[in-house]
């Protein structure tokens, strides 16, 4: 054979090679959601992609079967086309068997070196760029592969599904998606720029709707603006120009014995209407409305179900002694979701400082304080849910000023205590 013909079989054994490795690397590159998009967009090569993907033993058999015997025949062919002709040339300036030996050297290097970037590198940085569009291109060609060589196939694949199954490895692909997947993916979003970091930071506090209870976004006990039933209308109406809410807690004697609650709009018209305000008797029967009552364990997920089963956006948070521990509106959720997206009247519960330090109220929710401080977990996760409460289980009592717990490389000191409520800690970096 002479060169210029072993030079042309070399160029078809490399794209030969080169599309065997786009068809392995885009087959297992091709995201499945991407996939199923184009499906049920009407491509009908996208559904046999994913067919693939599910079955994939004989498609990978007929690969791995075209680029060895490509790269044993590129060797030959390559060896013998390329040798004699260096060897000649080196002749030249060495001995025979020098020159021999050298070009054998050479021809090797350079026939694999085309392999490596022509047949391997490239094409598969080529199919890694946009891997469902170049599986959906070579799926048809690959599929007349795998019936054209199917007896070799199914013998290869049998001994490799043999292999599996005593290794007790799974035989299909998993193609479950898992919340770790879309927030990984929401990630890779975000640091690409096609997803701004408030709103990656939406996803992820729907997701954390599942593990984040309803003390970490309620109003607490301390906070709590109430009405008893034996209030006058002097002081209602006092108590609404000072203290101004949508929705006010009715209490029969104190705050744990709760009789319902009253809106503020319904307060208002009546003080536009010059009626008085009472909360007992026939003028309460229109104020007064029966609230929704939830434990306090119960996920910010199933709050939600409750508002919206009871058609509610309004509810009391007692423990398991039936103590008031706090009140949790639906917009206290829907924040706890938007976070910074939305603007917020109060203080912030946990803000950064110019030395790099924190400054966190007690009431901080774990979640918040992980995210602030970019931790996985903190020691004893599930015993509580506030700053306060890591506060008192690491230090086995309630916490008093100038107290502090070091952990992770973080230093926790109470700088405020009002009436064994945890004010202000102070959160700094140890070196």
Same mark, same amino acid.
């Given at each position: 054979?002479?060169?210029?013909?072993?030079?042309?079989?070399i160029?078809? =054994?490399?794209?030969?090679?080169?599309?065997?490795?786009?068809a392995?690397?885009s087959?297992?590159?091709?995201?499945?959601?991407?996939?199923s998009?184009?499906?049920?967009?009407?491509?009908?090569?996208?559904?046999?992609?994913?067919?693939?993907q599910?079955?994939? $033993?004989?498609?990978?058999?007929?690969?791995?079967?075209g680029?060895?015997?490509?790269?044993?025949?590129?060797?030959?062919?390559?060896?013998? @086309?390329?040798?004699?002709?260096?060897?000649?040339?080196?002749?030249?300036?060495?001995?025979? @068997?020098? @020159?021999?030996?050298? $070009?054998?050297?050479?021809?090797?290097?350079?026939v694999?070196?085309?392999?490596?970037?022509?047949?391997?590198?490239?094409?598969?940085r =080529?199919?890694?760029?946009?891997?469902?569009?170049?599986?959906?291109?070579?799926?048809?060609?690959?599929?007349?592969?795998?019936?054209?060589?199917?007896? =070799?196939?199914?013998?290869?694949d049998?001994?490799?599904?043999?292999?599996?199954? /005593?290794?007790?490895?799974?035989?299909?692909?998993?193609?479950?998606?898992?919340?770790?997947?879309? =927030?990984?993916?929401?990630?890779?979003?975000?640091?690409?720029?096609?997803?701004?970091a408030?709103?990656?930071?939406?996803?992820?506090?729907?997701?954390?709707?599942?593990?984040?209870?309803?003390?970490?976004?309620?109003?607490?006990?301390?906070?709590?603006?109430?009405?008893?039933?034996?209030?006058?209308?002097?002081?209602?109406?006092?108590?609404?120009?000072?203290?101004?809410?949508?929705?006010?807690?009715?209490?029969?004697?104190?705050?744990?014995?709760v009789?319902?609650?009253?809106d503020?709009?319904?307060?208002? /018209?009546?003080?536009?209407?010059?009626?008085?305000?009472?909360?007992?008797?026939?003028?309460? &029967?229109s104020?007064?409305?029966?609230?929704?009552?939830?434990?306090?364990?119960?996920?910010?997920?199933?709050?939600?179900?409750?508002?919206?089963?009871?058609?509610?956006?309004?509810?009391?948070?007692v423990?398991?002694?039936?103590?008031?521990?706090?009140?949790?509106?639906?917009?206290?959720?829907?924040?706890?979701?938007?976070?910074?997206?939305?603007?917020?009247?109060?203080?912030?519960?946990?803000?950064?400082?110019?030395?790099?330090?924190?400054?966190?109220?007690?009431?901080?929710p774990i979640?918040?304080?992980?995210?602030?401080?970019?931790?996985?977990?903190?020691?004893? &996760?599930?015993?509580?849910?506030?700053?306060?409460?890591?506060?008192?289980?690491?230090?086995?009592?309630?916490?008093?000023?100038?107290? @502090?717990?070091?952990?992770?490389?973080?230093?926790?000191?109470?700088?405020?205590?009002d009436?064994?409520?945890?004010?202000?800690?102070?959160?700094t970096?140890?070196?």
């Amino acid at each position: 054979m002479g060169l210029t013909a072993s030079l042309i079989v070399i160029a078809l =054994l490399i794209g030969v090679s080169a599309f065997f490795s786009i068809a392995e690397i885009s087959l297992a590159a091709s995201r499945r959601l991407r996939l199923s998009q184009m499906a049920d967009e009407g491509d009908a090569r996208a559904a046999q992609v994913m067919a693939v993907q599910d079955h994939p $033993g004989s498609y990978f058999t007929v690969v791995q079967i075209g680029l060895n015997a490509v790269a044993i025949l590129g060797g030959i062919v390559g060896e013998g @086309a390329l040798t004699p002709y260096i060897a000649a040339a080196l002749s030249w300036v060495v001995d025979p @068997a020098t @020159a021999s030996t050298v $070009g054998f050297a050479l021809s090797f290097l350079v026939v694999t070196g085309l392999f490596v970037v022509f047949a391997d590198l490239f094409p598969k940085r =080529l199919g890694m760029s946009e891997p469902e569009l170049a599986a959906m291109r070579v799926v048809g060609p690959m599929r007349w592969c795998v019936r054209l060589l199917k007896p =070799l196939v199914w013998v290869f694949d049998s001994l490799a599904s043999g292999l599996i199954r /005593l290794f007790g490895l799974p035989a299909a692909r998993d193609n479950r998606i898992t919340h770790d997947d879309l =927030l990984a993916m929401t990630a890779a979003g975000a640091a690409a720029g096609l997803l701004a970091a408030p709103e990656q930071q939406v996803i992820e506090n729907v997701f954390e709707l599942d593990t984040r209870t309803v003390e970490s976004a309620m109003t607490t006990r301390e906070r709590i603006v109430y009405f008893l039933l034996d209030d006058d209308d002097a002081l209602i109406r006092t108590r609404v120009a000072d203290q101004p809410h949508s929705t006010y807690l009715v209490c029969d004697g104190h705050i744990d014995q709760v009789v319902g609650y009253v809106d503020a709009t319904d307060l208002f /018209l009546k003080v536009l209407g010059n009626e008085p305000i009472s909360l007992r008797g026939e003028a309460g &029967q229109s104020l007064l409305k029966k609230v929704l009552i939830v434990p306090d364990r119960i996920t910010l997920s199933e709050m939600l179900a409750q508002f919206r089963q009871a058609h509610e956006d309004f509810a009391v948070i007692v423990n398991e002694y039936s103590l008031v521990v706090g009140v949790i509106t639906l917009n206290d959720v829907m924040s706890t979701v938007m976070g910074s997206l939305v603007g917020h009247h109060d203080e912030e519960q946990i803000v950064r400082r110019e030395d790099g330090s924190w400054l966190a109220d007690g009431v901080t929710p774990i979640p918040d304080l992980l995210r602030a401080l970019d931790i996985d977990e903190l020691p004893h &996760q599930g015993q509580y849910d506030t700053l306060a409460g890591f506060l008192m289980v690491m230090l086995r009592r309630i916490p008093k000023r100038t107290d @502090a717990v070091t952990w992770g490389g973080w230093r926790f000191e109470v700088m405020d205590v009002d009436s064994y409520r945890i004010d202000q800690v102070m959160i700094t970096r140890v070196v």
